[in-house]
């Protein structure tokens, strides 16, 4: 059975950084696509980026709104994600979800629907 378990959270000033990691179990970790996604009060969970399984080689892919100040990677040996998140702005909070899809071997992906397994969420508050 995959889990997902997302750390890293907290209250951070505008402009600061928190790094998020999201740690699986249950299967290969490096053959499964990554992603990662958000949701703020009274809003639709939204895509925040999405790392490709090592089928293609990690490739990356952002929401235009972190674009240029989030980095996803990944640690294969360690069966862990990171999101790396710098000049937080307050438009930024929200609870923070890790997923992981069925497809075997995908590039990455940017729809919710693509994804089955879900962590807990870690909440994330900016302060203007």
Known sequence: QVQLVESGGGLVQAGGSLRLSCAA???TFSSYAMGWFRQAPGKEREFVASISSIRYAGNTDYAESVKGR???????AKNTAYLQMNSLKPE???VYYCAAPDRYGSNWL???YEYHYWGQGTQVTVSS
Do not use: K, V
């Not at 989030?70 to 294969?76: I, V, W």
């Open 70 to 76: 989030f980095t996803l990677s990944r640690d294969n």
């Open 110 to 112: 940017r729809s919710r």
């Open 25 to 27: 179990s249950g299967r």
């Open 92 to 94: 930024d909070t929200a």
